[in-house]
C-alpha cells in the first residue's frame, strides 16, 4: 500500500504542477527557463513553445503578421532549448520529439491558411523543427545500441 500512495501523492503533485504551469504567461515561463534545474528546462521549454504556436495561430488569423513571426521564432527557440537540455540530461528526449513533431504538424496546418509571402518563414521553421527532431531521435537509437 505504501508505494500505491506515494504513486498517488506524486501524480497529483506533477497534475498540480501542469494545471499551474498553464496558467501562466509566456513571459513568466521564459523568465523561470534558466533559474529551472537542467531536467525540468525540457518541459517548461516545450510549454513556451505550444503556447506561442498557439499565439502564433491566433495572431496569424487576426492579422498581425509580424508577432505572428516572432511567436513562430520562439516556437523553433524554445524547442532547440528543449532539444539541448533534454540531450544534456538525457531524459525527456521521446516526449521533446513527440511534442515537436505535433507543433510542426499544426504549423503545416496553419502555412495552409496564409498569404503567399507569409509562408517562407513558417516553411523555414518547420524545417528546423525537423531537424530537431531529427537530432533527437539519432540521439534515443544511438543510446539503445550502446
Known sequence: MGR???SISLISLALTLCAAAKDESVDE????VES????DRPVLCMQIAHQQLNNADKLYNDG???????AVDDIV????KARDSA???KKH????????????EKLRDIKRTLAFDDQP??????????????????????KEKK
Open 4 to 6: 500505491l500512495s506515494i
Open 29 to 32: 515561463l521564459k523568465s523561470r
Open 36 to 39: 529551472a534545474r537542467p531536467e
Open 64 to 70: 498581425k503578421v509580424e508577432q505572428a513571426r516572432a
Open 77 to 80: 527557440t524554445y524547442s532547440e
Open 87 to 89: 540531450s544534456q540530461t
Open 93 to 104: 528526449l521521446k516526449n521533446v520529439e513527440i511534442a515537436v513533431r505535433k507543433i510542426s
Open 121 to 142: 518563414p513558417v516553411g523555414e521553421a518547420i524545417r528546423r523543427l525537423e531537424d530537431i527532431r531529427t537530432a533527437l531521435l539519432k540521439e534515443m537509437f544511438a
